[in-house]
């Protein structure tokens, strides 16, 4: 479980602020919205010159936002499947990698872990060719490409490094790119279930829980690296933080006020607190007390279920040039 | 899943409501509290007299307090099951039932989501022997008695009310006794999966999720009732009102002061608010947005694993008289 | 689980047996034999008179035999379950139902032992509305019908006869017939996971194991029962029956020969025995060591998971008159 | 999933084949008989020179058979375990590895198969120290060695050769000594569910299903290797050879004779056959038919639930030096 910058997990945000801050377009920032599928699609460019800025290492950062990634309505989970097919395409692409390069798809985390399991979920339903073109290149399809999957499990019950497992592996079985899935710590209510986050920048797994591991990434692995995330998990002064902003917004609305004397008026001091110092405050609270729990939606069980589906179905489509009947994992009512 | 009562779920927190209100001891209120196995227990009785100013039902409420429930410690694990067989016994002793009552065991929830499942994974790890009393008389073991289980299912799953399904079933076995496990919602972090709640004044099932459904009581089924329960859910806006207080007590203890004007100066007119009342702010603002999600701790799979474990094996232990190592089932490390 | 007549499953195999013992055609017997989506399917229509002479139960009985059953090709089982599908809808006709008529289902069988957990795995696929009809009528769109599902355990988990629970759910609920789901065992290796057989003659739970258990059928209901079942274990000594039967056919075959002179110089005494005879020698010995085990192949999850998904998608499709893309659970690949 | 040589799966079989075949004892082969705990431990040695005679690799070979193992007996359970363990530290000190030597656990397996999932089951119940001396070497209590586990997966569902995988990590992690712990094609009715064997002569992944693929042994991965394996599947040629063989000694007790020609009265030129041409004849006839299913008990489940406590308890005991409550995993009823 991976948490992504502290202020924000969004390589979105982080460029909408750094924007903010300097009133304006900003020298290395690229920022594309789209609509496909009536799923909303976010792409930011972040170039080297803009990594102090935004605190983002350079590179791609795809964000999908679809509150139907929370319902089982299988028809909308095809459509999702179909954009995030196609944005894996875009990376695999942009990493100039020909259609037969070699994958390693990684789904890290803690399958007996409901919320934790995304990623060996996936990995499990994954059309997995690498063992034919070695044994039985005869056999193999045209338009399949050699396809590996690992779920290395976690540190807490493996006592290894998932970074060193996925690197003693890769150094063997040399692949041509990597493909890491992992569930996220989301950093916001609205975005947890709701949007799948793909970076070509790395990853570090474990380090939502405040270690961090080892870094995945194109420089310690020494091939291309893409990043699938889901925010599965969020902590309790989250949740805190962001209602306690949502009632202040709501206030607000009635009042027709928004000053910092208005915000006094309601909230006191804490109300002049800014997003970060609320959150910060809240957390040095629970925290001693036990109480900032990891939590997740009591229906984690049917999400987790339809996101690998989503997830699993797009990478079969987007790996393999084949018909989708063939490639398509088919999403369970 | 059941919900307790709006303002508290724990019958404790009504009985010393009420005396604050009256300034004293009121009539028809009985509280003990001990301590069994460093586990704390707390007995409430509350008489008819007393059921309009607690707005509780008469009858015995006893809550089981151990945050070592939250952990995976099997030694503990074995104390609290001990402590929660003595309660059991106790109130099969209140009911006046003799030793070879027959006794229908009922696992309420949905075992297909992890933090409702608490009841199907109870009555799976059940000592069944109602069948061979009936079959093969002959081969029971003196200390044994009659028990049965069964998980009728929810109703979004089976299209029947839980209550039917039972009371159908009480009236063609005819069981001397009846006991219902169930996951509760919280009503406050700080009980969430750290207390074992246990009445014999019955259940509603579902209420937890705004419909209340039929109570399943002595009144109802014709025979006694013991409820068993453990708050494995809560909702957000629960989490965010226990966040607040918590920061507002941590200030007051900071700056030494609680009065009114303190109050206000730090949290503003949110700050005068009563717990119900913040409550009930931060539902409204949240429900309408669809983010008053309930959720469940990350780790929920390991913490209803050992509270099935827990409270399976303190029926087993309580309802056959019989050496433990015969009746006990094992805490899984 | 069931088993059905000692000698075989199949009222198809009684019937044909009937006739070749007389000599053609019989009286009260008709067998008809068709192909639907590249799937055997034949109907066996037995009449009170000749209920004597085939050992069965006056009714109909349907079977559907498919390999692929046992492959997990998503668009074969889509097909098989299409066919399921209309031939439910036969058997629903037969019983002069109308389209309003409210339906119970009732998935037999242990969940937590994967052969024997078909019926529950059913139950928690279908489309339930029953408590929609009752509760809010004004939501329910034209074409459902009212749908109830249970999954009433096993008697070794509930203590209680599954045909107990059944039938007092039938008093109190009064649906206007019943669907009964089971893992059968089989008396073939050929059949095993590779038929689909439903009757409306009704069904024992339990006598596959050798205790007979409350018949559950229209005699003890008071409604029409429909019961569809799918082999899913067999045992040793059937395995070894049918492996010796087919070394002498496969001798027989090489020699060119088949008479009584024969089959002794080839298996001695034994190959003079009848089928029956051979089972019978073979179980004597086998089951007094303990060996005589039940046995599923060894992919049994993956079987289990794809025949669930092929029977309840036929039961949402054949019990609610609504598009197939609104009723369809589909074929996890 | 491993099958060990065709003829017998037992090393102390084959050895004492060789001693009948040379009419007494063999030079090279060693064999002690014990019991333990009510469970019957036999030890086989065969020096290089006997590796020709037995068609077995020179080493150690340990059997421990008890058919408890297939009971739901938690006390039996644990009396196996104390045995398992104990023979693992043998195993250790065989290996001259000092009591601070770190070990890697492998379970092979498919966690998705229910008899396939032993060793990723055992691997889950393990107490893993490995990245607590690396990170946090001041808090490991005296007593405990460093352990590592990973389930590597089976090639089918990774697309990588399980012992590449294996030996990457060994290659980039350099444990002390490897142990492997995998689920076996039995050879034997008898021996399905009822022994646990060990040796240190190695393993090869997926030889049970025809295909040979890389070794795991000492002289591949250049550190001890002890295998663990408990027969979990049989198949149906093997079921039929077994029963054949039972009917036919059933019929020579019945008649009081053995000979030739009282074998082919009975069994006809079949009855001349040795046990492996049998075999042989009846896979030949059963295969092509797509009817040599390789097959598990039904309660497969619970089997394997109680087998993987056993092996897990029995390493925890054996690799750590601490007291047993602390090591030990229950054995759930």
Request: a negative charge.
């Amino acid at each position: 479980m991976r948490k992504w910058s502290p202020r924000t997990d969004l390589a979105l945000e982080s460029a909408l602020i750094a924007e903010q801050e300097q009133g304006g377009k900003v020298e290395g920032i690229n920022i594309k919205e789209e609509e496909k599928e009536q799923t909303k699609v976010t792409t930011v460019q972040i170039s080297e010159g803009a990594e102090r800025i935004t605190g983002r290492k350079a590179g791609h950062y795809v964000t999908i936002e679809s509150a139907d990634l929370r319902q089982s309505d299988s028809s909308r989970h095809a459509a999702i499947s179909r954009v995030v097919a196609e944005e894996i395409r875009l990376f695999i692409k942009g990493a100039e990698l020909p259609q037969t390069a070699s994958c390693l798809v990684a789904g890290l985390g803690n399958d007996l872990i409901t919320p934790d399991s995304l990623g060996p979920r996936v990995t499990d339903r994954l059309i997995v060719t690498n063992h034919l073109f070695k044994l039985h290149p005869e056999h193999v399809q045209t338009g399949y490409r050699p396809v590996s999957a690992i779920s290395p499990g976690v540190m807490g019950m493996t006592g290894i490094e998932t970074g060193d497992i996925l690197l003693g592996l890769i150094e063997r079985e040399k692949p041509d790119f990597l493909i890491v899935i992992d569930a996220l710590a989301s950093r916001s209510i609205e975005r947890l279930n709701a949007t799948i986050q793909m970076t070509d920048t790395g990853i570090q797994p474990g380090a939502g829980i405040g270690n961090r591991r080892k870094e995945i990434s194109r420089q310690t692995a020494g091939i291309p690296v893409i990043a699938i995330g889901i925010p599965t998990v969020i902590d309790a002064a989250t949740v805190t933080r962001d209602a306690v902003e949502m009632v202040m917004k709501h206030l607000e609305e009635k009042s027709g006020r928004a000053d910092q004397e208005w915000k006094k008026s309601f909230l006191g001091n804490i109300g002049l607190l800014n997003e970060e110092e609320k959150h910060q405050l809240i957390t040095d609270v629970l925290t001693p007390a036990g109480l900032n729990m990891i939590v997740t939606p009591k229906e984690a069980d049917l999400f987790i279920h339809g996101a690998a589906a989503v997830v699993s179905s797009a990478l079969n489509e987007a790996l393999h040039d084949r018909p989708p009947e063939e490639t398509r994992s088919f999403f369970a009512g």
